[in-house]
């Protein structure tokens, strides 16, 4: 029924349903005062017309805020993926996992190696602990209450080399892994969210760990900084961590 709104036709009536969805009018009409009663439409003044409620109105601005999230991120990976060649990824954290929510191939020999949608432990990923870095370190502790099993020798093994790594990200302004997610594979992370929609993603690069040169690190490092600063200023992020002077420099 929803579908039936258009930037056209701003309202319904059960009429308007029985033609649009050759629907039987009684079904129409207890559906408008159900959905009416739901809080999802709402009337037009004192006649039979239906529109969407503010309720919906609402959910569509959430829904905006998160998709511009994505959208303003994933454009930066795109270029910086295209200058240096190599693939790029935005992920996102549920609960102890990251998950990938777009991909962009590189040119290189390395291309996709982690599929969408796969689950990756976020505390033994760049991607995982550049979001992890934006919480305090109280909170990271409540997150795993359980207690964590390293995936690999690489990955922090304890709470203390967790929060020590943390805290060495926090102070350049990236994650760096290598040897964790993806065997042979070196990444580099920032993060940034939008308080007002309370979403935040991971912009990374991943490359072969062995080929990549401090240069083209560094190159990958600033463009990732510098894209994802430009996203904090326009989504106002207090919790967005700057790269270092020195390394901004």
């Known amino acids: 029924m929803l579908r039936c709104f258009s930037s056209t036709r701003h309202d319904v ?40 409620s503010v309720l919906l109105h609402q959910a569509g601005q959430v829904y905006r805020f998160s998709a511009s999230l994505i959208d303003r991120a994933d454009a930066v990976v795109a270029r910086v993926s295209a200058e240096i060649g190599h693939t790029g990824y935005i992920s996102v954290r549920q609960g102890t996992d990251i998950i990938g929510v777009t991909a962009h191939p590189g040119r290189h020999a390395l291309r996709v190696v982690t599929a969408i949608g796969d689950r990756i432990a976020a505390f033994a990923s760049s991607t995982g602990r550049a979001l992890l870095a934006r919480l305090p370190d109280d909170e990271i502790r409540r997150l795993y209450a359980g207690g964590f099993a390293p995936p690999s020798a690489t990955a922090p093994q304890s709470f203390d080399e967790l929060f020590a790594r943390l805290a060495t990200e926090r102070a350049r302004g990236y994650a760096e892994s290598e040897d964790e997610a993806v065997r042979g594979v070196g990444a580099i992370s920032v993060a940034v969210g939008d308080p007002v929609s309370g979403d935040e993603v991971a912009l990374c690069i991943s490359f072969p760990a062995a080929m990549a040169s401090a240069a083209e690190r560094a190159a990958i490092i600033t463009s990732l900084g510098q ?10 992020d207090p919790r967005f961590i700057p790269l270092s002077s020195s390394i901004a420099e």
Not at 29 to 49: F, I, N, Q, Y
Not at 227 to 236: D, L, V, Y
């Open 227 to 236: 894209g994802a600063a430009a996203i904090a200023a326009i989504t106002k």
């Open 13 to 52: 009536t059960v009429t308007d349903l029985v033609a649009l969805l050759d629907m039987p009018k009684s079904n129409a009409s207890r559906l408008l005062r159900t959905m009416r009663d739901a809080g999802l439409l709402e009337t037009v003044g004192d006649s039979k017309r239906y529109r969407p």
